[in-house]
């Protein structure tokens, strides 16, 4: 929505000019005290102007000035002002805020705070937030880029934290836990890392992955609901070139709904800063080879 006057855009440096004009008389008769009558000869004196006075308006021509800057949206400004006091206020409590922008039309908030140093412990939520359209087109456009349907918010809770390992056998331990209370999902997983050094800027990453995934169905009239569980199991070699920022995974995973062991191998490269890209080759339960190619930017805290 954008704010506009009924005596247009062309009157409305006249406008600015008497109301910038009303308010200097106003402040000046407020701090400035009364003093003796000025003789009218001083008084012309004083209100000559000097020769040497600067022109503020040299060199600019005011009706190439672009007034459309003042046109601004309220709504769009509201949010804007209003995201920063909460991304203010949440810097205060410990809280580490990130937005980004979905194709949908939504947005995926990701906030995260450190409870511990010793062990690393975190926790956060990661969610994704949809607008409530506010006019009809803006219906019309979330649902053409959801497949006809109103995108809807959710998300979910989770907590992490990193201990100490086993002396020689592992060098520490990461465990994870996640909630998802609209899906009814769960998910509780534990990694044990070793991290051997090889020759030059060269290292090897062994690490063995524990889950449980848990799945609840919603009770219905008549039939009710019911708790599934999938225990998974991971192991993954990793080799990282530190001078070429270059690493290659080879790994193999096994889980209850699985009959049999997939093998999956990837590499990753990075470019610059935090800009990488990744591809990798992996088995499926039914038999088939899954392939991706992923560029994008990544940050591990």
Known sequence: MEFSTGFGWARLPVLAAVFILGSVLTVSAQIIPPTAAVPEEDAEAAEAPDGN?????SGIDIDKLDWGQLAIDAGTLNDTIAAKKRAQAAAKDGLNWATNANANGSSAVTVKQSVSSFWDARIGADMTVTSEPRTMSELLAQKATNGGSVPQSSGSAWAAATAPGAGAIWDKTAV?????????????GASLIKSVPLSGDTSLTLQNGYSVNQQGTTALPGVGGHI???YGTDQSAKVTLTDTGTSITA????STTDDKWLRKVGAEQKLFDNVTVSGSVGETSQGTINKSLTAGFKKSW
């Not at 006075?53 to 308006?57: A, I, K, T, Y």
Request: without cysteine; aromatic residues 0%.
């Open 53 to 57: 006075d600067p022109d503020v308006l």
């Open 228 to 230: 599934t569980r999938n």
């Open 251 to 254: 790994g193999q995973s096994l």
């Open 176 to 188: 994870e836990a996640r909630v998802d209370p609209g899906a009814e999902q769960s998910k509780l």
